[in-house]
């Protein structure tokens, strides 16, 4: 399908006057909806955001009339190219994404289709309930996509797949039909097959071609608990289901509600991928949230250890049974995220079983545990029963396992572990057979797959290793396809589990359920979609596993010229002098940072649910435009800028996104670019020189305060500073002419030399916090030197002001390195600027010097309560009584951690530290200054509210906040100052004449 420009501008137009949602058709657009998390590609026609029902049936009208496909989506986690089309995407997740009613007496909730797992099961906890299916997308998956894809999780052995939990759904046909499908009894049905509408239509066609193909039905569909390829004619045969094996949970909803049995339209729309209609709400059914979990990690020599141990584990009932090979566990342990979720494992095994027992009772899960001690006691290639001692070590466990997939494709080289034939599923009990034939296929072909997955009902994500941008490796993964296929035909299984059909297995139905129930499919997509309008190429077509892929065998390069070093990336991707591009591919789109509901990453999106204000977004952009896949320039474009302007630089994709991508660095490179080709405005050459701006304004104090208090409207036209953002207050005793007149406490020096880094944010406008920390030091038996340095670099590299930036960098190293020669801590109490020194400093002045200046670089409250710890050094703290709420540095979490901090203030008797998980507090240097209302609702996210809540409870300590940035945000969001951690330690800190 090709439309003209014109057409395109003319569809675009009806759109927005049709529609009270969002209409965008720009080509950016287009190629952020291109890809999802498979490894697929296909630009859309445009992307409609419907707000309601009605915007669905008018995006559908209007399509239909022009003759234009129709492709529901939501966050784009898909696994196999379901949600990629030359299509008219229909977003979801941006606006329909209300948990409209919870009935908890009936245990049922109707929601939007753009609802998130974590979302629905967070409204759902207050009244003990949950949501069955629990994957491993959990925090951004959309229960529009789970419906679509008819998911299940690691709990489905006994909580079943999305299928058992639908009670009804509203489906809007291609033809604009509404359709509310929910259970018919026998004489309803009756009344339902002689209407002479297009439901009644629907109805008779469907009943028809269940009862033709009957016999076909019962004699191939497969036996199985994980079975989503094709569509759901099983699910209309009562004694089929009769025969499937079915969860605990499954059958407790079956006795709750007898008319489950009954005739459900909506069983032929889920896992239909959207090729049938689209969803525009749910009625769910919610089951009890267990009272009791317990985990434990079975480390064994083999993955076919592990698999023949199996069977024996689930005669114990276990709620999951989970695999991870050593792939994952290697991977964990080298990821800022992950690596301590795994700590307690020793080596590194080939396998590792996670076992989770749930139940009402402590008893009945601690009871389970040792049975299933007991039952695997001497099995052969089994090294160790490791029980989790507590709920953070089984979260921790949990989170491991959900970032299993993602973190699998961050092994380096060209070859990458791929979703193509990853999601087979065969009785448990043949698995490990099963598995070892597998092996032998990639054995065959020269190649390896890491090995994940859902054990206890046979469903095994294996991802063979493979290039798609050679032709030999495409060969190969054709070869593996059909192999596979066989394999799983032999085994009786199926050859998705759970992922669904997609791009990547569609062609396989044919083989799979033979020629007369793949016609039946085409059968069951003609009645529903006579045109073919709806996500058009799956489940009922045939395309080849190797059309349309997002890297291809001519894919092209890009050999860029950067102003950081970016031979890491391009090593790790097996492309030398692409690593500026290298570092965008590093985003296989699995989307972890549309998660909203935790932790840094990604803030803007967090407040905008906008793709393109994600990780993925914006990593997808730059990939678009350096291989030309976007128009001339694209990478300088105002199109760009709008895509980078909102990223706050914050980290907390390198830490949070499994394969760590840095936007970030990247937005730096991008910056550098763009002003190769646009000159900088006044306002950013300005805070650029933050370091010329702090020193005159603190000289020119109180002067200076009053200027900034008025002509607000001015200074945002001259420098883009919001009018409504009050400016830091500059002091005039600053804190070098402090440190200049000092006299340094009597045993300063007895225990050797730090340097400080006096920060030019602080320094100037709030000069306690380093005076803090020089007492602190000196009190400690520290002798302190000023770094002394006009600027670390911090506001040139995020304005993108390079050639400052690293003309300035290679002054400052210098100046550094005669301390790190000397192994001399250089210690700062600003985050972003010490960390600037151990993030940025190597990218932008790649030398032995820079490297040792980054190895003495600490932040000062950590380093010192190591110090204090180790019993190096001494400090004697009074006791306060109460609370401090902790909001940590974005970027602080993002490289190092909060648990220096967390140290620090521990020293303190009788203070507990309550760390909020706040993410990033939205002011990010001068990020909040310029968009002060992006910033404002991403302070209102979490962090104000909390803030709020502990300032007005009694007997509560202060607010502590180590980035400079983060304090003044609270302040100006909250009315109340917080403290710089070293603050609050000098205060508590008993000096000698104490005594």
Known sequence: MVLTEAGLNDLARVLRERIAGEVRFDEMTRGLYSTDASIYQISPVGVVFPRNRDDVIAAVDTARERG????????????????????????????????????????????????????????????????????????????????GNNSAGSRSVRQGKVIDHVRELEIVLSDGTSLNCKPVSAESLQKSLSHPGREGEVFRGLSDIVARNRKEILAKYPRILRRVSGYNLDAFLPELYRQMPQPAVVRDLDREWPDRAD?????????????????????????????????????????????????????????????????????????????????????????????????????VVRDSLQLLEQKLKGWPGLDRFLPATSAEQREQIWNCRKAGAPLLLSIPGARKPIAFVEDTAVDP????????????????????????????????????MVDTKTAGDLSILKAVSDEVAELVHEFGGAMTGEHGDGLARSYHNLRLFGPQLFEAFQQVKRLMDPLNLMNPGKVTETPSPTENLRYGVNYPGAHVETFQDFTREASFAG???????????????????????????????????????????RANALRLALTGQLEPGALTSQRMWDVMENCLMCKGCKAECPSNVDVAKLKVEFLGHYYTAHTPSLGTRMLANTGWINRIGSALAPISNWLGLVGGGLREWLTGIDRRRPLPRFVRQNFARWFDRHQPANGAGTRGRVVLLDDC????????????????????????????????????????????AKSLVRRNVAILDEYARENIPILGVEPSCLLTLVDEYPD????????????????????????????????????????VLLHGHCQQKALVGTGGTRQALGLIPGLSVKEVDSGCCGMAGSF???????????????????????????GTGPVCAPGFSCRHQVLDGTGQRPLHPVELLREQLVKPEDH
């Open 429 to 464: 009990s043949r698995l490990a057979a099963f598995t070892r034939r597998f092996r032998s296929i990639l054995s065959k072909h020269g190649i390896t797959g890491a090995y994940y997955g859902h054990a206890s009902v046979g469903c095994l994500h294996i991802r063979p």
């Open 263 to 363: 005739f459900n339209l909506a069983r032929i729309f889920v896992g239909a991928e959207g090729t049938l209609g689209a969803v525009t709400g749910a009625l769910l059914h919610a089951v009890p949230l267990p009272r009791e979990r317990g985990v434990v990690l079975l480390e064994f020599r083999t993955i076919d250890a592990a698999l023949e141990a199996t069977p024996r584990i689930l005669e114990c009932e276990p709620s999951a049974v989970e695999l991870l090979d050593r792939n994952i566990v290697e991977l964990s342990r080298q990821n800022l995220k992950y690596r301590k979720s795994l700590e307690f494992v020793s080596g590194t095994p080939e396998a590792l079983l996670i076992v989770e027992f749930s139940a009402d009772s402590e008893v």
């Open 928 to 954: 909040g200054y310029e968009h002060y209302d992006v910033s404002q609702q991403i302070g209102e996210r979490v962090l104000f509210p909390a803030v709020r809540a502990h300032a007005s409870q009694t």
């Open 68 to 147: 234009i496909p129709v492709l529901p989506r939501g966050s784009g986690t898909s696994l196999s190219g379901q949600t990629v089309a030359s299509a008219l995407v229909l977003d979801f997740s941006r606006f329909m994404n209300r948990v409209l009613e919870i009935d908890p007496q009936r245990r049922l909730v109707r929601i939007e289709p753009g609802v998130v797992l974590d979302q629905l099961n967070t409204a759902l906890k207050p009244h003990g309930l949950q949501f069955g299916p629990d994957v491993a997308t959990s925090s951004r998956a959309n229960l529009g996509g789970m419906i």
């Open 844 to 883: 932008l002045f790649p030398s032995e010097a820079t490297q040792r200046v980054r190895q003495q670089a600490q932040l000062l409250d950590g380093w010192l309560a190591s110090r204090v710890k180790s019993g190096e050094a001494r400090l004697e703290f009074q006791s306060r009584e109460g609370q």
């Open 575 to 617: 492309a030398p002098g692409q690593g500026f591009l290298a570092a965008a591919e590093a985003c296989n789109g699995s989307a972890v940072c549309r998660k909203t509901a935790t932790g840094t990453m990604c803030p803007s999106f967090m407040v905008t649910l906008d793709e393109e204000q994600s990780t993925r977004g």
């Open 761 to 804: 944010l602080t320094s100037y406008c709030e000069p306690g916090v380093n005076r803090s920390a020089v007492e602190l030091l000196e009190a400690a038996g520290y002798q302190v030197e000023r770094a002394n340095l006009w600027c670390c670099g911090r506001p040139f590299i995020s304005k993108g002001l390079l050639d400052q």
